[in-house]
């Protein structure tokens, strides 16, 4: 199983970006995926997350201006980020489990792919 996050950059404040997850050998429809963010000198946080039946969560500091979402089709996953700040400054990870369905939150990830670097300058 390999997950790759892609879609990060250098933007302003304000901008928007919308991250990917690809994944090969698990199908991200029939998985729970998640998706985090480490800034440097901090913990990971979890931002956001969509189970197998669709149910999404997001971390109440991301609500509104991030969307998760799934194209099981091409087996990709999107994290739309708006409204850019420099606090959103960090390396984003994809994460999977097909072991998980119902539940993503808060949950043990078996699969993650390598993270693209989001910089928000101000």
């Known amino acids: 199983v390999q997950l790759q996050a892609s879609g990060g950059g250098l933007v302003q404040s304000g901008d928007s970006l919308r991250l990917s997850c690809a994944a090969s050998g698990l199908s991200l429809g029939h998985s729970a995926v998640g998706w985090f963010r480490q800034a440097p000198g901090k913990e990971r946080e979890e931002l956001s997350c969509?189970?197998?039946?669709?149910?999404?969560y997001y971390t109440h500091s991301v609500k509104g201006r991030f969307t998760i979402s799934r194209d099981n089709n091409k087996n990709l996953a999107y994290l739309q980020i708006n409204s850019l700040k420099p606090e959103d400054t960090a390396v984003y990870f994809c994460a999977a489990d097909n072991a998980l369905y119902y539940l993503c939150q808060g949950q043990e990830y078996d699969f993650w792919g390598q993270g693209t670097q989001v910089t928000v300058s101000s």
């Open positions: 969509i189970s197998g039946d669709g149910t999404t």
